[in-house]
């Protein structure tokens, strides 16, 4: 079968947790389902209405109908089915292969030190590298170092004895020791203050904290593994971090990249994103083609965190349709710092020329995410209006009037085949 080739191409980079099986639909269950997950294949029948979907099962099986074995949403949604709820889900040669590594380093006990910007999934790498291993039965404890001052930072890292500063009327264990034995994340190091850089490094040296009021230390043992957005060489040349810490947290870097450098994994992730937001019991959309093509070649400056914007909001509009086409997609503004110039986009653009400002109300908000999915529609299409209108789901008559309206606003309109 050609979909489970290119699956097993994807899936076998890494050993799977737990069992998995991909059966046709007409083989019968394994016994052994209730120790792995299951995902049903099957072709899906036109003469009797069938189309490309997921249903559901119990204990983590899957009914999997699709259209087309080599198209993207049927890969991508078979590697979806198969990994559980919180996994890593990937598809792109490079992702790949940092999950590889990190399987690998996940059997020792170093410290590891994963760098990427905000929303890449570096949390998620974090506990796969828990879960697999031996320490994957005892606590995970993740803390961002950028989410509390200082004195908290302090207290909730190392413990506090009671009466150790004001309003602290009981004893506090700390995150170092409720990780004993386990993994402790520290989410956002680059934002930790110098004062506690050299606290935590005598902790990572000695294996032993010293709970703040307290006067013995207390041993340890605790697997770290630190997350950065920040380029961390650079930080430690500026001083604002030090560079004993550094080298003591570096021992193995990995390094998870934008999203929109790994388009393998925009598809897979949209679809597992679907199954994580639809209810159980509920029915699953399908994401068709064309709305995949539209999130792959989207810029993602939020990465996955705003993937799974678009995603959930693709479905409150999608509602029963069954299938998230284009039309559903509307992608997040995207974020600027101050004084920065804003990025090209003749939509937006002529909105604003024609306004003097951005109109926040619901309906033009819905008419500018129209227009850029007509737009990129058309431009797949390599300007092809009747291609366009039947992957849009409306008439090529509909779609010369909305064109004729965009020009009239001042949008550029390009390409005009039939």
């Known amino acids: 079968m050609p979909l489970v080739q290119r699956a097993n191409a994807v899936l076998g980079t890494i050993e799977p947790a737990r069992p998995v099986f ?45 259209d ?8 991508a949604a ?25 399987e690998r380093i996940a059997a020792s006990d170093i410290p590891v030190l994963i760098n990427g910007p905000t929303g890449t999934g570096k949390e ?18 993740a803390i961002n170092c950028a989410a509390m001052p200082e004195a908290m930072l302090e207290a909730m890292l190392f413990g506090h004895q009671k009466g150790a500063f004001t309003g602290a009327n009981a004893a506090g264990e700390g995150f170092f020791r409720a990780a004993d034995g386990g993994t402790l994340l520290l989410d956002e190091i680059a934002e930790m203050p110098l004062p506690l850089q050299a606290k935590l490094l005598r902790a990572l040296q000695e294996k032993e904290v010293v709970p703040l009021g307290a006067t013995h230390p207390v041993k340890v043992d605790v697997r770290i593994i630190a997350c950065a957005n920040r380029d961390l060489p650079l930080e430690v040349d500026e001083g604002r971090f030090r560079a004993d810490l550094y080298y003591r947290l570096n021992v193995f870097p990995l390094m998870l990249r934008p999203l929109c450098e790994r388009p393998d994994d925009i598809a897979p992730l949209a679809f597992a994103m679907v199954l994580r937001h639809v209810a159980p019991g509920m029915t699953i959309p399908w994401i068709g083609e064309a709305a995949l093509s539209m999130l792959s070649a989207h810029s993602w400056p939020g990465n996955v965190r705003e993937l799974e914007n678009v995603v959930r909001r693709a479905l409150l509009l999608a509602g029963d349709a ?16 101050a004084g920065e110039t804003a990025p090209t986009d003749p939509v937006l653009g002529a909105s604003l020329a024609g306004n003097g400002h951005a109109n926040g109300k619901l309906s033009n908000i819905v008419q500018l995410s129209e227009a850029r999915v007509i737009l990129a529609t058309l431009e797949a299409c390599g300007g092809n209006r009747l291609a366009a209108a039947r992957q849009l789901g409306i008439s090529e008559r509909t779609l010369r009037y909305r064109l004729a309206s965009f020009r009239e606003a001042g949008i550029a309109v390009a390409g005009g085949r039939r």
């Not at 284009?326 to 974020?335: A, E, G, S, T």
């Open 78 to 102: 078979l590697i979806a089915c198969v990994q559980p709820a919180g996994s890593p889900v990937a598809a792109d040669p490079e992702t790949l292969s940092v999950l590889a590594l990190a």
């Open 322 to 337: 069954g299938e998230i086409g284009p039309q559903h997609i509307v992608f997040d503004r995207p974020v600027r710092v």
């Open 68 to 75: 087309d074995g080599g198209s993207e949403g049927a890969l």
């Open 124 to 141: 998620v790498l974090s506990r796969f590298i828990h879960d697999r291993s031996a320490r994957a039965d005892k606590p995970f404890i």
């Open 22 to 66: 991909l059966l046709d639909r007409s083989e019968p269950l394994p016994s052994a389902t209730t120790l792995g997950r299951t995902v049903q294949l099957a072709r899906a029948d036109h003469a009797s209405g069938e189309r490309s979907s997921i249903v559901r099962g119990p204990s983590g099986r899957h009914l999997l109908t699709y």
